[in-house]
């Protein structure tokens, strides 16, 4: 049986032009997720799945591999991820596969070992179907805001308006970083937030989402704080 990591990366974000190969200090950004794959001993193949030829050659260049290009249709901003990993495994027809780790291409403070627990998590915990990165909220989800037209704010949840923030219950969300899950999980599309999932516990100063610039901004100034430590 054999494990492989599948890299989404689609040539049309709009947010951030070309964000899936922008340089970020000094290499393309697809490259980090690449190398960690690589590093992890974890998988038999390393495959970007991509839509766009120029991504396609970067992804080569830093040893992935690129056996098939997207469809179109896979590649719209509508395109969910468990539709691209299902593509990637019709693709690839090797009956063979076992494991699947869906890693996004916009995870330069990806970690090797990291990738290795969520394995050894996947492996070990009995009916687990997939085993992916999380991280707290900096900031209790209990006392968020909504805001209206006219800037009024609103609690969500009033009824804790008193109660002490270290007596809040801790909260977690995705990391964006890694999702690995069973072949047949992927291919039945079962739900990744639930009971039969496990997550893999990772510190804020490692986790940062790149949607917007700003985004992008706050990534390369905790890289370089993470480089010098």
């Given at each position: 049986m054999t494990n492989?990591a ?5 040539g049309?974000?709009k ?5 899936n190969?922008k340089?970020f200090?000094?290499?393309p950004l697809?490259s ?10 974890c998988?038999?193949?390393v495959i ?7 991504i ?13 290009l ?6 719209n901003d509508?395109?969910?991820?468990t ?8 693709q690839?027809?090797d009956?063979d596969?076992?494991?699947i780790?869906c890693?996004?291409a916009?995870?330069?403070m990806?970690?090797e070992?990291?990738i290795?627990a ?6 070990l915990?009995e ?11 900096d ?6 805001l909504s ?9 969500h ?8 923030s270290q ?10 970083q890694?999702y690995w899950?069973?072949?047949?999980a992927?291919?039945?599309g079962l ?6 999932s496990i997550g ?7 986790v940062?989402d790149?949607d ?5 901004d706050?990534?390369e100034m905790?890289?370089?704080i993470r480089?010098k430590?």
């Open positions: 492989i599948v890299i989404p990366a689609r049309g974000s947010r951030i032009p070309r964000k190969i340089m200090h000094g290499k697809i980090y997720s690449i190398e960690a794959a690589i590093k992890s001993n998988f038999d193949r970007v799945s991509t839509d766009d030829e120029e396609a050659e970067v992804a080569l260049s830093f040893g992935a591999e690129v056996p098939f997207r469809n179109k249709e896979l590649s509508f395109a969910g991820t539709p691209v990993i299902q593509d990637a495994i019709f690839l027809d009956n596969i076992e494991y780790c890693i996004y916009t995870a330069p990806i970690s070992q990291d290795c969520g394995l050894n998590t996947i492996e915990k009916n687990c179907n997939y085993a992916f990165s999380i991280t707290t909220y900031f209790p989800i209990q006392r968020s805001l209206n037209q006219e800037n009024i704010v609103a609690m949840s009033p009824d804790l308006f008193n109660t002490r007596d809040l219950e801790e909260c977690w969300h995705d990391a964006g890694f899950g069973t072949r047949e992927w291919q039945q739900p990744i937030f639930s009971s039969n893999i516990k990772l510190p804020r100063h490692r940062q790149i917007t610039l700003e985004d992008w706050m990534a905790l890289y370089q480089s430590s």
